[in-house]
């Protein structure tokens, strides 16, 4: 039966000991892999690290980074380099 808990993605809880100190968020860039890459790797994607998205931060310093209810989080992209639209 499908879990009712909005937390649950379907792979468990991936700290079942002890949740971690610090998190944050990394933006990536992903296309599909060129076939020479795919035979090569047997990847279908390539992904290219564009920057910082989200700041380290603890639980205990997150209401002070992203406040409820403000709209956008102060800093998001400021590390990041614009995506290029192909």
Do not use: K
């Amino acid at each position: 039966m499908p879990s009712t808990d909005p937390a649950d993605n379907g792979h468990g809880d991936p700290f079942p000991d002890r949740p971690p100190q610090y998190v944050r968020a990394l933006l990536y860039e992903y296309r599909f892999a060129d076939p020479g890459t795919y035979v090569r790797t047997g990847q279908w994607w390539v992904r290219q690290l564009e920057g910082l998205y989200f700041p380290r931060v603890s639980l205990a310093d997150f209401p002070q980074v992203a406040p409820p209810e403000t709209g956008p989080l102060p800093g998001i992209g400021r590390d990041v380099r614009p995506l290029r639209r192909q």
